[in-house]
C-alpha cells in the first residue's frame, strides 16, 4: 500500500503544483493588465513586470489553493477510479480509507502552509508591492502606513501624522501637522480628530475637531473647537496607499482593532477580516476530504468531468461564503460566526460523504 500511496502522492502533487501555480499566474497577469495603463510610460520593463507578478503571486496562491486541491483530488483518484485502479486495490485487500489517510494529513498541512501564507508571506509581499507602486505608477503614492498610521505630505510641503484612520468612516484619530520654516519648525497643529466633510458637488474639505495650534515664530498657543485644512488630499489618496485587512497579516490586523477599539470604534466588518484569517485555511482540509470523499464514491470521472465538478464545487462554496461574510459585515449575522458557517457546513458533508466510501 506504501508504494501505491507514494506513486498517487508523486502525481498528485505534480498536478497540484501545475494547477495553483498556473491559475496563479493567470489571474496575476490579469490583475497586471487591468492595472496597465496605470504605469507611468516608458517605466515598464519585462524585468519589472516579472517582478510585479512575483509580487502579487502569494496572494492568488492562497486564495486558490483550495480549489486547486479539490480539482487535484477529483481529476487523481477519479482517473483511478475510471481506470478501475481503486477496484483493484480493494479486491487486493487494500482500504480506501487507509489509502486516502496521508492526503488527508497532507490537506491538513496545507491548511497551516495557508495560514502561515497569510501571516507572513502576504504581508511582506503586499508592502514590496505597493513600494513597487510608487516607484512605478504614475501617480506615485507618498503615503506611509503601519497598523493604521499614516505620515504623508501636504499640498503645502507640511508634514502630516495621522495615529489612527478608520477607512469606512473616513475619520481620521490623533492629527499632527508639522509646518517647517527655512530653518526650524514653523507652526505645529494638535488635533484630537479630522472628519471628511463632502458637498454635493462631490468636493470636500477635512475639518479638525479640538484643535491646539502652536505658533512657533509668534511664540503663540491657541484653542480651537474645529478648524477647516484644506491641504490635505481627499480619503481617496489613502484609500490606494493602505493595505487592506486580506494583506495583513493576523497580528498586524488585531493590533489594529485594539487600536480602534481603544478609541471608541467598532468595527464589525474588521472582526470578520480577522476570523477570515483563522477559517479560510481549514478551507484546504475540508476541500481535500471532500475531493477523496467524492473519488471514492464515484465510478466515472477524470478529465473534464472532474474539472467541471471542481470548479462547481468552488463556485458554490465561493457564493455562500462570501453571501455569509456580506451578512457578517451588516450584522444580520455574528461577525465571529459568519466565517465559520460555510467552512464547518463543507466539513460536515465532507466528513458525511468520506464515512459513506464504499470499502
Do not use: C
Not at 61 to 81: D, R, V
Amino acid at each position: 500500500m506504501k508504494i501505491v500511496q507514494k506513486f498517487y502522492m508523486q502525481e498528485y502533487l505534480k498536478l497540484l503544483g501545475i494547477i495553483v501555480f498556473g491559475l496563479a499566474m493567470i489571474f496575476s497577469l490579469l490583475d497586471l493588465v487591468d492595472k496597465i495603463d496605470n504605469f507611468a510610460p516608458g517605466k515598464l520593463s519585462m524585468v519589472s513586470i516579472m517582478n510585479y507578478i512575483f509580487l502579487i503571486m502569494p496572494k492568488y496562491i492562497q486564495y486558490l489553493l483550495p480549489m486547486s486541491l479539490l480539482l487535484s483530488s477529483l481529476f487523481i483518484f477519479g482517473l483511478a477510479s475510471r481506470n478501475k485502479e481503486l477496484i483493484a486495490i480493494k479486491a487486493s485487500g487494500g482500504k480506501l480509507k487507509g489509502l486516502f489517510l496521508p492526503f488527508i494529513i497532507m490537506g491538513f498541512v496545507f491548511s497551516l502552509f495557508s495560514f502561515f501564507l497569510g501571516e507572513f508571506a502576504v504581508p511582506e509581499f503586499s508592502e514590496r508591492l505597493l513600494e513597487f507602486k510608487r516607484e512605478y505608477m504614475k501617480t506615485a503614492e507618498k503615503v506611509t502606513f503601519l497598523e493604521g498610521t499614516i505620515w504623508l505630505r501636504g499640498t503645502d510641503g507640511s508634514f502630516v501624522r495621522i495615529a489612527l484612520y478608520v477607512p469606512g468612516k473616513r475619520l481620521a484619530k490623533g492629527v499632527s501637522i508639522f509646518m517647517p520654516g527655512e530653518e526650524s519648525l514653523r507652526k505645529r497643529i494638535e488635533a484630537e480628530e479630522a472628519q471628511w466633510a463632502e458637498d454635493q458637488g462631490g468636493t470636500g474639505i477635512w475639518k479638525l475637531a479640538h484643535v491646539v495650534l502652536y505658533d512657533f515664530e509668534g511664540g503663540k498657543v491657541n484653542s480651537l473647537a474645529e478648524l477647516a485644512y484644506p491641504y490635505l488630499e481627499s480619503p481617496t489618496l489613502f484609500s490606494r496607499g493602505i493595505r487592506k485587512p486580506e494583506e495583513m497579516g493576523i497580528t498586524e490586523l488585531y493590533r489594529y482593532m485594539e487600536r480602534l477599539n481603544a478609541s471608541g470604534i467598532k468595527d464589525s466588518k474588521l472582526l470578520v477580516d480577522f476570523h477570515v484569517k483563522v477559517s479560510y485555511p481549514f478551507t484546504n482540509f475540508f476541500m481535500m476530504i471532500l475531493g477523496l470523499a467524492l473519488s471514492g464514491m464515484s465510478r466515472t470521472g477524470g478529465g473534464l468531468f472532474a474539472a467541471g465538478v471542481g470548479i462547481s464545487l468552488s463556485v458554490v462554496y465561493w457564493l455562500l461564503y462570501t453571501f455569509m461574510l456580506s451578512m457578517g459585515y451588516a450584522r444580520v449575522i455574528h461577525p465571529v460566526l459568519a466565517p465559520w458557517i460555510v467552512p464547518v457546513l463543507f466539513g460536515m458533508i465532507a466528513a458525511y460523504l468520506f464515512r459513506r466510501i464504499p470499502e
